[in-house]
């Protein structure tokens, strides 16, 4: 049996996982995070007249109780599934985005006319249209997240998300396929739609500025704090930058147990799509207590039965009551039927 196409196959997901320099998971991008983590850390303890030794700050950065926990494992799993078998899975299921750019170009062509080639020096065009393309991005991210909590058929994939009971930049990674599916296929109508407009707008296809396929813009955050988003190190941007920016504090108050921080902060780079529509919590300067982990202490919880199988029977029990609760049809009177 040749298993080369097999091992072909893993060997090039894992180098554009890990080696792509703009990939979601790349190894620059996690040390770039490591060494803020390290500065931050450092400048603390600082501050604080503590001495500033390597092993403690990692110590810190990495304490045995996150790095053991079960909830990792988990995000380790979940990690496997999405950068090796999502494809193979569900790559059928994906709404292509350059289908949705050529159709929203072509329908923008025929009811308001043809447009001319934009005059604006390609730099210009290009910064435009990456600047476009990134704010879909933010805006598909921010309305699959919030159907996501408040769909509870939708709720019940996303959970898995939730159930992390520690946090760490792997969990980045612990989302169901379904979750991601949904994920993607919105992401495909809103990016597909800025990029037609914007290719109807300058007259002709103008393409964005990427790292590896990726936004550049986007890559740059994720280079900033994204890892960072899932630590359990507190880096909180308050005042104007706290309504503009989803520090890594932003998203670890999503992730908290406190009902106070329900359903706040469902953006990913941006904290701008959560201001306008009323879902933003900006966190304090100082560090607050929080909690993670949906029902932490449920039977399965970090399994394969209990956040990858277990979603799909609790979304079909919601849909179930769902068709119970609905009205029986009304049944027309009999003068009616006759007439029909
Ligand atoms: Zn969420
Ligand atoms: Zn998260």
Same mark, same amino acid.
């Given at each position: 049996m040749d298993f080369s196409p097999g091992i072909s196959y893993f060997l090039g997901q894992l180098g554009r996982a890990?080696?792509?320099?703009?990939?979601?998971?790349s190894l620059l991008s996690l040390a770039a995070a490591l060494f803020i983590a390290l500065a931050v850390v450092a400048a603390r303890r600082y501050r604080r007249g503590r001495r500033v030794r390597l092993r403690s700050l990692l110590r810190a950065l990495f304490p045995a109780h996150i790095v053991s926990s079960k909830s990792t494992l988990t995000d380790l799993g979940y990690f496997y599934f999405n950068v090796f078998l999502f494809g193979i899975v569900f790559g059928w299921a994906l709404l292509s985005y350059e289908l949705v750019s050529h159709g929203t170009a072509a329908l923008l062509k025929s009811t308001l006319g043809g447009s001319h080639p934009t005059m604006l020096p390609p730099l210009v065009a290009r910064s435009i249209i990456t600047i476009m393309l990134f704010l879909a991005y933010e805006l598909g991210y921010w309305l699959n997240h919030y159907l996501s909590h408040r769909i509870p058929f939708l709720w019940e994939f996303h959970k898995v998300h939730h159930s992390a009971t520690v946090l760490t930049p +792997?969990?980045?990674?612990?989302?169901h396929p379904v979750y991601m599916c949904i994920f993607l296929n919105i992401l495909a109508v809103f990016i597909g739609t800025a990029n037609g407009v914007g290719d109807y707008i300058f007259g002709q296809a103008t393409h964005q500025y990427v790292l590896s396929e990726n936004n550049i813009i986007l890559v740059f955050f994720i280079y900033l704090y994204v890892h960072l988003?899932?630590?359990? +190190?507190w880096i909180s941007f308050t005042g104007w930058l706290g309504h503009l920016f989803m520090s890594p504090a932003h998203h670890q108050i999503h992730h908290s147990r406190n009902p106070a921080h329900f359903?706040?902060?469902?953006?990913s780079c941006l904290a701008l799509w959560d201001w306008l529509f009323g879902t933003l919590y900006v966190p304090a300067a100082a560090p607050e207590k929080l909690e993670f982990g949906?029902?932490?202490?449920?039977?399965?919880?970090?399994t394969v039965r209990g956040e990858f199988l277990a979603p799909f029977g609790r979304a079909a029990a919601v849909l179930c009551k769902l068709i119970e609760r609905r009205p029986p049809p009304v049944s027309l009177p009999a003068a009616e039927h006759e007439r029909a």
């Open positions: 890990f080696l792509d320099p703009g990939s979601h998971a +792997l969990t980045n990674f612990r989302v988003q899932h630590t359990q +190190l359903n706040k902060n469902l953006g949906v029902e932490p202490d449920r039977p399965h919880a970090h």
